[in-house]
């Protein structure tokens, strides 16, 4: 995101918080907030062959608008007021299947802070759908945003990468329940496997019982997935090398640069050998080679994913939590949280330490 897309967001963060404080409606909403965001991701209001407010009807299950390029449907946007939490299920199902009967499988439902993305195509109803969400009014991932831009819907990038996260999270969950029960071939596969690298096998039994207490992650990056065609007489390209500096400006967020090595310090004072493993979009903490935490650098805090389900967690663990086992992020784990402060590390430190547990040492 260029910076003077973001330094315009910006200036609708600073009316945020003035209109935070008022009622103002729903048409003030669309008007002062999220016609401006979405003209800042180069959308034209004005051009009917871009965005058009969808007729009301009756029953008032329609959107209220829908963007299109060349004639072709992108996604539909759903409009609240700025207080609205945006919770309703019967609402978020009656848009979806609006969308279904549309084939237009994107729905953005937003109050002008929060925007919800939903692919109708996922499983399950409402809620169930939802594909990933960021606020405005706090830190966002600037991936996530430009997808609803102009340029990236040309590519079909939004929708991309829902059907990404579509495939890999249901191939995910069938590889884990294959796990559960692994046919004789599988079993007979791994031992030959097995052979090949330690010279021996191992009992089925064994076999059985290790595939039962893996719980698989998606390590991909799902923006660079369409890589564009070159000459093949073109010399590769040596992969950009990442450093941990990256996730932070360049160091330039010098305030949660020094969150994150307070945070790596106590990790370490809390007797985890580990390897920091820095990526595009996240920090990996690796010990022997395996992934037991990720951290996504952002201007006001850290975003951390933990290798665990919320089934592992004691309720009262689950509390300042979020499962994102079915929302697109980035990072290895089923459980994020976000981190703004000295009170947050302590707070999500043991819960680190049970994520190394079940990554590394069971």
């Known amino acids: 995101m260029t910076d003077s897309i973001a330094d315009r967001i910006d200036d609708l963060r600073s009316k945020i918080d003035k209109f935070g404080q008022k009622s103002i409606n729903e048409a003030q909403t669309k008007e002062w907030l999220i016609k401006p965001f979405f003209e800042t991701l180069g959308w034209d209001f004005s051009n009917p062959d871009e965005v058009v407010p969808e007729d009301d009807d009756s029953a008032g299950k329609r959107p209220d608008y829908g963007f299109y390029l060349n004639g072709n449907t992108k996604f539909f946007v759903e409009a609240k007021a700025i207080n609205n939490s945006l919770d309703d299920n019967r609402m978020i199902a009656e848009k979806l299947n609006y969308c279904l009967n549309a084939q237009v499988p994107i729905l953005i439902i937003t109050n002008g802070i929060l925007y919800r993305i939903y692919y109708a195509e996922l499983r399950g109803g409402g809620k169930d759908k939802l594909l990933q969400e960021f606020s405005i009014g706090s830190d966002y991932d600037d991936d996530i945003v430009n997808l609803l831009s102009k340029d990236a819907s040309k590519n079909d990038r939004l929708l991309e990468y829902a059907r990404n996260i579509y495939i890999l999270t249901n191939i995910k969950k069938a590889v884990e329940n ?183 040492l069971q």
């Not at 010399?235 to 941990?244: F, G, I, Q």
């Not at 985890?272 to 990996?284: A, R, V």
């Not at 951390?304 to 509390?319: C, R, V």
């Open 178 to 360: 294959i796990f559960q029960s692994p046919p004789r071939r599988i079993v007979e596969t791994i031992n030959d496997k097995l052979k090949e690298i330690m010279g021996h096998k191992f009992g089925a039994d064994e076999i059985e019982d290790a595939l039962k207490r893996f719980a698989l992650s998606i390590d991909i990056d799902i923006f660079d997935s369409s890589l564009p065609s070159r000459d093949i007489s073109e010399p590769e390209s040596e992969p950009p090398k990442w450093t941990v500096e990256h996730q932070f400006k360049n160091g330039s967020w010098q305030s949660t640069f020094e969150l994150y090595k307070r945070l790596t310090k106590r990790v370490k004072e809390s007797g985890i050998n580990f390897e920091e493993n820095p990526t595009k979009f996240y920090i990996g903490l690796l010990s022997s080679g395996k992934n037991f935490c990720s951290i996504h650098g952002q201007k006001a805090g850290l975003k951390i994913w933990l290798y665990m389900k919320l089934l592992d967690l004691a309720e009262q663990e689950t509390l300042r939590i979020r499962d994102v086992s079915n929302i697109g992020h980035w990072g290895l784990g089923d459980i994020e949280f976000h981190c703004t402060n000295e009170s947050d590390i302590e707070w999500i430190l043991p819960l680190i330490k049970k994520s190394y547990q079940k990554a590394v």
